[in-house]
């Protein structure tokens, strides 16, 4: 039944509760489960396998405890679900409770270079002929850790606001991981039971997507400032820095790929999608 | 009911071994492990807040018994058992009303200690006496008049901490003054559970405990007074957690106090006072593992402006029904500003729900300091640090011989640091009082948070020093050790002294015939102790630890030649034969006969553990944070040791020689491990080097100071020494041999090595400047990443650069104005999302526009060599420079800084940049050939299967 399932996607199902959910106040501990501490340990540029990343790790569970203590912190995600229609490489995003209302557009971009023979765009995740499904996030764990750190670096103890910053990171990451669980299981609901989870979430600025000017588009339909606190500024960066955001894509055959390098005629085409000069879509891609 | 009083009682005996298993559970405790079993037990609220509300006078504290008593009593709550019973007994008749299971007896002072300060210590007893009398009739009577079953509801013996703690020094300049010894806490401590059981008490309940030694004391009391009548009473541990630091005002950790109990027969532990409910969940998930039933009474939350509690009752029950549903509980009730109120609101709230379920035993040794440490048979092997040892390092006997306790206490630090996890503490030698010192230096080094943190190894051959050393430390530690040489009721007698202070213990094999020295002799040692252990004391299996003495191989006698894999083997034997317990060994013994040659002495220790280890060892005395890795460890050379270790070649030992002499020369880089603090007696520019490399902090004061004499100016110091370290801590980093959190390490003693210097250098005043120079920071507008920046400011900070940090989003035009306003020698950029990299252009125009020749270092995630020599250098009439890295950032620097390698240093860059340049446009102009875009989409994947036509199939 489940093979079935998963071999012949039609379209991702509705969401269970489509539209838009706001979380506030997760208990930090329920994120540690999902912490990966490899990263961690990568972040501080230490082995993992060492002992220096052991006494690393007390020292970062010592500053958790301080964190979940002194209330340093706080866990807030926003996650929303929308209907789309696929419109060549971008989504036609609309409204949830109307599905006739065109709300924005999400533009993906699509390798030019690949040893496959197939040339990959998160697009493809999408019907091409069918209304079907998008999920978005944005969540952070470090709601109010600034403050925390300034107090640490003012008591000189810059060591401390270091680990604080980067146990934020984690538990952010953590907490992204948790979030994509409950939207496969509950809030979307598209994991037939038993099975193995499936989808990915690709965030903008990063290889699959690397414009991270997508984000407004994301701000536009979550509105994350408002709900949780999520800023963004005019170069798309998120504040707190420990933030993410991203796409929740249920396909079960998606994958994280790189979209690698891209050629002038798909510099024209984005720049026209998205309304903007080609030398703009070179900043964002970083291209020189 | 019989058949689950037995269940109980059987499921009681596996939890807690009473101390001889002779002593049967008394009356009071079966009833209670019945209730327990059943549901949530309540205890009652506090006694002192019902005190208050009867506004007593001093004529009533009086009363006709004490009416010509020299001192004031107002205040001492505990005499009104003697002077004002019947209003105790309303007090407890009310909590019995409002559904109290348990009340607690007005006896929290009721002991010398804490009566002296009435003038009332002769009446300690008589208090505790009245205490549980009162208590014990108003139970009666309530029941009585209730038609309760009179073993329904509880008495418990308050047993407050008093008001002298044995593990902190009263002094502040000398840490191992004690206001009260272990044996005084015992005494007061019997005394009031004497009174208290004479009285009708059903259980004891020591509470508030701040100080787990002061505990210790009195759960032993508490066993002795068990022991003479015949009768095990339940007893109730509830610790106070002061403040939100999360532990006990003597330092321990909730989990640390735990493992302190975990081999005492209590019937529960828990928390009470100081906080309220909400507060306490974080610590009663803390000891969710305990294989005891769990309470806890907190107060009616934190105290507010006037000391008052505002905590409604209502608002309490729900927090703790709550916890009551997570199951964190067994027994629950109030302490300071809760009343009969609170306890019937909680009682209405938590009836119902089910207690927590008591987890099975999983026999691991429980081991603590100020925190606590598991060990499992999964755990890794366990390093014990030995160098505060007399017998194993000469430095260490000279300073406790000369009294230089400071020194030798460094040591200890220095160990925990380096990552000892247990630290053995060996005072045993012929020329001091041992049993004083031991007492002198434990104390010490237990007001050491640096060393208190982790669990003690008492070590000496002499008992009186192990017991005495045993009585001044609150964590749960190891004693090493005893043995069978004195016979089997001396080797049980020490050990049940071993058990009732609550200490994991070593077993040497060693008997009346001497050291077992076979594998036969050894197993047939050990298994008797063990033996001994379980059947006679009921010794906790998991507490115990063997040591079947790791003797020396290699010596060229044909008997000594099984000892390495006897030893092996045994080890594999009390694993798979004696259930929990663990091997330990001092291997520095093993390989004496190759002493002269570290090298090959840390590879056959790194072997032989490596195999015992893999057979069940699990406690060293080694310095194995220096030991080669067994895989790094040549084929040839670990092949020539095993055969020595596993005697598999008559020829072992002279092959290895040989084998040894070869390699005599060879590098090795903890060559001088035998003592790790062998480099303190380097010269001083020395050891701020390996100090600094190593990030030990404790000496680099002293170090600098040392040095002043030396140079001509301090600032000196900073430019020499103290600069070639930091250079070095860079270069490692770069090479990425030392890790971040060390290099933040080294630049905090950098901060503190300049702060000596600075005095010096402002009393010079030779006029010239001692900034190294003067450099501005700043993360580019839109970019607020600033760890990088952050370190590199750091570090040239305590590379004595005077940094002018502008922030995050700067724009270009505040950078130009701060240009102005410091005149820089240089100016660090910073970015980690691409569009910084853009602004770093715009900068770099604007210098150019504005004639500012200062240089440039890019640095941060989104800058690359590549990017910096193509887009920002061209832009710019000065150098820019590209920095991968906090350490190659300083060390780039340093170069542009000093005048002798500017010139250089500007050609190199400017050679480097070109070159980047030139392979750039050659990789341009190649173009890679890329698929164009209208094919690419055509060959896009199809994840939907069937036609493309969209009619779903």
Redesign the interface.
Same mark, same amino acid.
């Given at each position: 039944m489940i093979v079935a399932a998963l %071999?012949?996607?039609?379209?991702s199902p509705k969401p269970r509760e489509p539209g838009v959910h706001v979380f506030r106040e997760i208990p930090l501990e329920s994120l540690l489960p999902f912490a990966d501490w490899n990263y961690f340990y990568f972040a501080?540029?230490?082995p993992a396998a060492s002992?220096?990343a052991l006494?690393?790790k007390e020292?970062a569970e010592e500053m958790f405890?301080k964190i979940?203590?002194?209330r340093a912190t706080e866990a807030r995600a926003v996650i929303g679900f929308f209907p789309v229609q696929r419109n060549?490489?971008s989504l036609k995003v609309y409204a949830a409770e109307d599905s006739r209302k065109e709300l924005a557009e999400l533009h993906f971009l699509?390798?030019?270079?690949?040893a496959a023979? %197939?040339?990959?765009?998160l697009?493809?995740?999408f019907?091409?002929?069918?209304e079907d499904w998008i999920g978005l996030f944005a969540v952070s764990a470090g709601l109010g850790i600034g403050e925390f750190q300034k107090d640490l670096e003012a008591r000189g103890d @810059?060591?401390g606001?270091?680990l604080a910053? %980067?146990l934020t990171d984690r538990l952010t990451e953590a907490l992204s991981e948790k979030m994509h669980r409950d939207v496969m299981r509950s809030y979307w609901g598209y994991l037939p039971e038993n099975a193995e989870p499936f989808g990915i979430r690709p965030a903008p600025?990063y290889p699959a997507c690397p414009d991270?000017s997508e984000l407004r588009t994301i701000w536009k339909l979550l509105s994350p400032e408002e709900n949780i606190g999520i800023r963004l500024?005019?170069?798309?960066?998120m504040?707190p820095?420990s933030s993410t955001s991203g796409y929740y894509i249920a396909?079960p055959? @998606?994958r994280y790929f790189s979209i690698g390098?891209?050629?002038e005629?798909?510099l024209r085409?984005y720049a026209a999608r998205k309304g903007i000069s080609v030398e703009e879509v070179k900043?964002?891609?970083?291209i020189? | 009911m019989n058949l689950q009083k037995n269940y109980i009682m059987q499921i009681s005996k596996n939890m807690h071994k009473s101390m001889k298993s002779n002593i049967p559970f008394s009356n009071s405790y079966l009833s209670l492990a019945d209730l327990c079993a059943e549901r949530i037990v309540f205890l009652d609220g506090a006694f002192g807040t019902m005190v208050q509300r009867l506004h007593l006078t001093e004529k009533d504290f009086r009363d006709d018994m004490f009416q010509n008593h020299p001192v004031e009593l107002t205040g001492n709550n505990d005499v009104l058992c003697l002077t004002a019973p019947q209003h105790i007994r309303d007090i407890h008749t009310a909590y019995l009303e409002a559904g109290a299971d348990i009340i607690e007896t007005n006896t929290f002072s009721a002991t010398r200690i804490g009566q002296a300060e009435y003038g009332l210590q002769d009446r300690a007893y008589d208090i505790a006496f009245a205490g549980a009398r009162v208590a014990r009739e108003a139970v009666n009577s309530f029941c009585e008049k209730n038609g309760r079953n009179v073993s329904s509801c509880f008495v418990a013996g308050s047993m407050g901490p008093t008001s002298k703690t044995a593990s902190m020094s009263p002094d502040v300049s000398d840490p191992a003054a004690r206001a009260v010894t272990f044996s005084e806490l015992v005494e007061n401590y019997q005394e009031q559970a004497r009174g208290l059981l004479d009285g009708g008490a059903d259980i004891l309940l020591v509470e508030t405990v701040f100080d787990t030694l002061n505990c210790k004391a009195a759960l032993l009391a508490i066993m002795n007074e068990c022991e003479k009548r015949g009768s095990l009473f339940p007893v109730m541990v509830s610790g106070t957690i002061t403040d939100s630091s999360g532990r006990l005002l003597a330092g321990q950790t909730a989990k640390a106090f735990w493992h302190s109990l975990s081999s005492y027969p209590v019937f529960s532990i828990g928390f009470n006072c100081a906080l309220g409910a909400r507060e306490m969940g974080a610590h009663l998930r803390d000891i969710q593992n305990a294989y005891v039933r769990v309470s806890v009474h907190p107060n009616a939350g934190l105290p507010n402006e006037f000391g008052g509690y505002n905590e409604t009752p209502e608002e309490m029950a729900e927090i703790l029904q709550e916890f009551a549903s997570e199951k964190l509980m067994n027994i629950v009730g109030g302490c300071c500003g809760t009343t009969p109120e609170t306890i019937r609101a909680i009682a209405g709230k938590l009836t119902g729900i089910s207690p927590r379920e008591v987890p099975e035993n999983k026999h691991h040794l429980l081991l603590s300091g100020l925190d606590g440490m598991e060990v499992s048979r999964e755990s890794r092997f366990v390093n014990i640090g030995e160098r505060m040892n007399i017998a194993g390092s000469l430095k260490f006997a000279r300073l406790i011989r000369e009294k230089k306790y400071a020194e030798a206490v460094a040591i200890g630090i220095e160990q925990a640091e380096n990552g000892a996890q247990v630290i053995d503490v060996n005072l045993d030698d012929g020329m001091i009082d041992t049993k004083e010192e031991m007492i002198h230096f434990l104390n010490l080094i237990m007001s050491e948070p640096a060393i208190a943190r982790v669990p003690l190894m008492i070590d000496s051959s002499r008992f009186e020093v192990l017991l005495a050393g045993m009585e001044c430390v609150q964590g749960k530690g190891i004693v090493n050790s005893v043995s069978l040489k004195e016979g089997e009721s001396i080797f049980l007698e020490r050990a049940r002294k071993v058990r009732e202070r609550g200490f994991a213990l070593v077993c040497m094999a060693f008997d009346e015939q001497g050291q077992a020295d076979t594998l036969a002799r050894r197993i047939q040692v050990c298994e008797r102790m063990y033996r001994l252990l379980r059947d006679k004391l009921d010794f906790p299996a998991e507490d115990i630890l063997f040591d079947p003495n790791i003797l020396t191989i290699g010596t060229g006698m044909a008997e000594h030649a099984n000892y390495g894999i006897d030893f092996i083997e045994t080890c594999r034997y009390i694993r798979e034969n004696l259930p929990h317990a663990h091997v330990v060994g001092g291997v520095s013994n093993l390989s004496f006969a190759f002493r002269g040659n570290n090298a090959i002495r840390e590879s056959i220790h790194s072997c032989f553990l490596y195999h015992a280890g893999k057979a069940g060892m699990d406690f060293g005395i080694v310095n194995a944070g220096v030991l080669p890795a067994y895989e790094s460890i040549p084929e040839e050379e670990r092949t020539l040791i095993e055969d020595l270790i596993f005697n598999r070649n008559p020829n072992a030992t002279d092959k290895l020689l040989t084998y040894a002499q070869s390699v005599k020369d060879r590098g090795v880089v903890n060559n001088n491990n035998a003592d790790a603090l062998a480099w303190r007696k380097e010269l001083p520019e020395e050891r701020i080097m390996y100090a600094m490399i190593k990030g030990i902090d404790r000496y680099i004061e002293d170090d600098v100071r040392e040095l002043i004499p030396k140079y001509e100016k301090a600032v000196q110091i900073i430019e020499g020494p103290l600069m070639n370290a930091m250079n070095r801590v860079g270069e490692l980093f770069g090479e990425g041999k030392l890790f971040l959190p060390q290099v933040v390490k080294s630049a905090r003693m950098m901060k503190l090595a300049v702060s000596v210097l600075l005095p010096y250098i402002e009393a010079e005043k030779s006029g010239e400047n001692f900034k190294a120079g003067k450099i501005i920071m700043a993360t580019v507008k839109g970019d607020v990443h600033d760890i990088g920046k952050n370190i590199v400011s750091v570090v040239l900070a305590c590379n004595h650069y005077e940094v002018v940090d502008l922030g995050v989003m700067v724009p270009c035009e505040k950078i130009v104005e701060a240009m102005k306003e410091h005149k820089p020698d240089m100016v660090g950029l910073s970015g980690l999302i691409t569009p910084s990299l853009d602004e770093m252009v715009t900068v770099a125009k604007a210098f150019k526009r504005e004639g500012l020749k200062t240089p440039l270092i890019i640095g941060g995630a989104a800058a690359s060599a590549v990017h910096t020599a193509v887009k920002i250098a061209p832009e710019s009439d000065a150098p820019v420079i590209y920095a991968s890295d906090a350490g190659q950032g300083a060390t780039l620097i340093e170069q542009w800084m000093n005048p002798s390698k500017r010139a250089e240093f500007v050609r190199n860059l400017q050679e480097r940049q070109e070159f980047l340049r030139a392979e750039h446009a050659k990789r341009h102009g190649e173009q890679v050939k890329l698929t164009s875009l209208e094919e690419a989409r055509a060959h896009g994947e199809n994840h939907f299967n069937g036609c493309d036509c969209g009619c779903s199939h």
């Open positions: %071999t012949n996607w039609e379209r501080w540029k230490v002992e220096e006494r690393l020292e405890r979940v203590r002194e060549g490489d699509r390798q030019q270079e690949s023979g %197939t040339f990959k765009s697009a493809d995740y019907n091409p002929h069918l @810059s060591y606001a270091l910053k %980067t600025g991270s500024t005019e170069n798309c960066m504040l820095l396909h055959q @998606s390098k891209i050629g005629d798909q085409d900043k964002w891609l970083r020189f | -």
